[in-house]
């Protein structure tokens, strides 16, 4: 298995971020994860998912491998693109590893670049909202709940920036 540091992972230009669009590879690379986690030239492109059962939104607090956001509220699954996945691919894999799902819909809600947190100034979310019938939270989510999209807007004040994000675009989606 490879190294953290050493993994390759998708990666867009900082000055393509605003830009990039999921349906194609303009402007992507793989760049050694190490390097892209400190590297404000590249956005580490993550697929950033909000999944709804039964019309209510699976909300958990961040544990996990982003030290960063620990005990934060997120509504967000995602990770990482593996070399050499492509971005579905990822995406599926994420869902099934952090919340089991793996029979789901995926609508497209638009991208996340925010510049606020070191965290920020290096990746850039492509939001989906999931619906599935099946998911089972992982340990790596601590204290997870389903959550009417009202009741998730009253503890906005709780959630991470991305989740924040992704709560908007569900409100008002295009």
């Not at 390759?8 to 605003?18: F, H, P």
């Amino acid at each position: 298995m490879t190294e953290k540091n050493e993994q390759l992972i998708l990666c867009v230009s900082s000055e393509k971020a605003y830009a990039y669009n999921h349906s194609h590879k303009n402007g992507t690379c793989w760049v050694p994860r190490g390097e892209a986690e400190i590297d404000e030239m590249f956005r580490q492109v993550i697929p950033y998912c909000a999944i709804r059962k039964d019309g209510k939104i699976l909300s958990y607090r961040r544990k996990g491998n982003e030290e960063r956001l620990h005990g934060l509220l997120s509504i967000g699954i995602g990770g990482h693109i593996d070399y050499p996945e492509s971005f579905m691919e990822g995406m599926d894999r994420e869902l099934y590893e952090e919340a089991g799902v793996m029979n789901c819909t995926k609508d497209y809600l638009g991208a996340i670049e925010m510049s606020g947190t070191e965290v920020d100034k290096v990746h850039l979310g492509i939001a989906f909202i999931v619906d599935t019938d099946e998911a089972t939270p992982k340990e790596e989510l601590r204290d997870p709940q389903w959550l009417t999209v009202e009741e998730a807007a009253g503890l906005e004040g709780e959630m991470e920036p991305w989740s924040q994000k992704l709560l908007w675009l569900i409100k008002n989606p295009f």
